[in-house]
C-alpha cells in the first residue's frame, strides 16, 4: 500500500541518549526542508523505548536544540513508551497471522552459529539460523503478559525487498539471505526499534521518512513490518551522515560537536546550515 493524494507528512525522531550532535542537525534540517517545499508538516517522535540508555533530560534538550535550529512540529510530541499498547496490538496481529515465533537463543549462540554473510549481506546482525526456526505450520505459544522470551519476525525467504529512496537511489536486499529473522519484541518486555519504528510510521501516515543513511538497513524488515501489518508505507529519503575532519561518522559522544557546545561557542544557526 503507498499513499496517493495525502499531503505531505514527516517526522523527526531522536533518541534521547545524548545531545544532538551536527550530524542529527543536518538529518533534521533537510527533513524540515523537504516537508516545506511539499507544503506538508512534521511530527516529532521521542524513540525512548531503550531506558536503559535514554534519560528525560535529553528529552528537553533536543526539543530546545530543534527550536534553536528554527525547526517546529507539530504538538503535541509523540513518546514512543507511552505507545506501547499500540505496539502490543500489532505483535498480536503479526501472531494471529503466523509472522512470527519465539526464539530462545541468546545473542551469542546466534553469532556462533550464524553463517559467513553473503558478500550483499547487510552485515548489521548475524543470519538468524533458519533451521533454528519452527516449522510454518508448527503451532504458535500464545503471546504471555508480560513477555517473557523474544520474539522474531520470520522474514520470507528469496523474497526481494526493493524501494528506491529519493536521495540514494534504487535499494534492493534478499530476504533471508541478505537479512534473516529479526527482532519485534525482547525478552524484557520492549517493543525492538524495527516494530515501534514501522508502527508509528504506517499508523500515523507518514508520508517520506528523512533519516540517516545507517539506517537504509532497516528499512528493508520496517517494509516488511508494513507489509504484514497491511499499513501504508511512506517513501524514504536517506541522508549522508556528516563525518569529522578525519572522514568517520558522528557519534552523539564527539561532544565537540554537539549543537549545544557549537551554539556556546556563539554560532549561530544560519553559521551551522552553510555547513551542510
Ligand atoms: N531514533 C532513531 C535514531 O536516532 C531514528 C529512527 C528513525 O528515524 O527511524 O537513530
Known sequence: MVHTSQPYLGRLAPSPTGLLHLGHAHTFWLAAQ???AAGGSLLLRNDDLDAARCRPEFVE??????RWLGLSWTEPMLTQSQRVPLYRAALARLHAAGHIYP???SRREIAEAASAPHENGLNDEPLYPAEWRPPPDASLPPLTDPIICNWRFRV??????AFTDAHAGPQSAIAGRDFGDF?????????????????DDGELGITEVVRGDDLIKSTFRQLLLLRALGLPE??????DLVTDDTGQRL???HDALSLRALRDSGQSPAQLIERF
Do not use: I
Not at 511512506?234 to 541522508?239: E, Q
Open 234 to 239: 511512506p517513501t524514504y529519503y536517506h541522508a
Open 156 to 161: 520470507p525467504d528469496g523474497e526481494t525487498v
Open 61 to 66: 534538550a533536543f526539543q530546545n536544540d530543534l
Open 103 to 105: 526464539c530462545h537463543h
Open 251 to 253: 557519534a552523539k559522544r
Open 34 to 36: 523537504r516537508a516545506a
Open 183 to 199: 527482532l519485534v519484541w525482547r525478552k524484557d518486555d520492549v517493543p525492538s526499534y524495527q516494530l515501534a519504528c514501522a508502527l
